[in-house]
């Protein structure tokens, strides 16, 4: 659709009467002069709620799953009540009546199975959108601007894969065109949830946690969208996480890659997985502050101009561990172990946040986030139980007093020095480096060190790299 701009709302940018009100200004400023598309998150907060929600339902836990349920309740009737009146606010009342009775029938469920099946947390969880969907839409009525909430489970068709799924390009556009375009084409502003989806026959799915980002990158490449900006509470992407660095830098641009390899690394801006459905079509993003709509933001785009060599950013993980497998006998090939584990941690999705190997014996180490340490060992030691009863492979060994730093800039690429200042700088600093990695692509290093030496390591590699 020409000129099409899809702007995607985070939770805080949704997380109160005030701030919808700032939010749909925004909406009703651009919606006067060409398609809009608005995707929005839960209100801050909310997600965690329900979650925590179905978790108490599973234990059995009746008060809490109770209270709960009348602060979810609460927290959007009064937010209605802040923001509409008369009939309006009737409509929007008794759909939040609807959509958190359902809530209530699904946690319901639950508690009578005591148990919490990945579907149903899906079809559970995705409530918070579909509140604030029904609060942006009905606000933009009052205001003037034609709009109308929308399911993404309607229009975001995914693989099966709950709690992060992920989406079927193909007939998530035929879908968004059918839903969306007839929509847009009466100038109607659809308000479409975000961070959930459905399976082609129907059943309810959600991207992962802060997947919303990833929904409106989802719908931007489906609708061929000229523009997508991304609003949540920060200025746009910073050289380095600013609670670490005082003099941390806005970037004015960033290409796609980049700003893939820090969300991925730990820079909270992003999804990670958000702008992989636009890359192709080469759609430009903006990360812009609803809070402070008038600061430029960071763009991203396919390539920078000139004048962009070097690094661009350093980000760091501290919720990490350090896992290294090794052969305990010669008989028994690295590369052998190495293929075993990796295929278990496939399985079972883990993420490896980076992978190192060397030396003779032929030990590898990889970095998960520690929430997902529990899966990642139980899978190799499943997919490994013979090898390690029988002493061909040691016990996995694991750090947890490790943290990640990762330098990402596409002007890396064929220079030579970057790494060397960089380790110059975290050895000056005193700090032991662990591991190592770079992707040939020479996009990231990544550099695993001492959990209590991570913070002043950031600082010596953006003072280094002059960020
Ligand atoms: N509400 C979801 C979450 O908190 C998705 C999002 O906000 O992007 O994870
Ligand atoms: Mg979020």
Known sequence: ?????????????????????????????????????????????????????????????????????????????????????????????????????????IVGGMEMLAYRPPRAVD??????????????????????VPAEAVNAAEVVVTDAVFNNASPIMDATRQKANSRLAPVLANGIVPVVTGFNGATTDGRPTTLGRGGSDFSASILAASLDASELWIWSDVDGIMTADPRLVPNAKILDEITYAEAAELAWAGAKVLHPRTLAPIVERGIPVWSKNSFAPEKPGTRIVSKLGEGNAGARAVTSMANVTLVSLEPAN?????VHVMARALDALDRVNVEILALSSSSYRQSFCFLVRNDELTKSLEAIESALAIEMAHGYVHEPEVDHNVGLLAVVGEGMRGFSGFAGRIFTAISRASINIIAIAQGSNELTISVVVRRDGLEKAVQAVHAECSL
């Open 330 to 334: 010669p008989a028994v090939s690295g």
């Open 1 to 105: 659709m020409n000129n099409l701009l899809v702007m995607k709302f985070g939770g805080t940018s949704v997380g109160n009467s005030t701030r919808i009100a700032a939010s749909c200004a925004l909406i009703a400023k651009e919606a006067a002069v060409r398609p809009v598309v608005a995707v929005v998150s839960a209100m801050s907060k909310v997600t965690d709620l329900l979650l925590d929600t179905t978790k108490h339902a599973e234990a059995g836990d009746r008060p809490v799953v109770d209270r709960n349920i009348e602060t979810l309740r609460n927290r959007h009737l009064e937010t209605a009540r802040e923001l509409l009146s008369g009939s309006e606010l009737q409509d929007v009342e008794a759909a939040i009546g609807i959509l958190v009775g359902e809530f209530q029938r």
């Open 123 to 144: 079809e559970a969880i995705a409530i918070g959108e579909r509140l604030s969907s029904v609060l942006v839409a009905a606000y933009l009525r009052s205001k003037g």
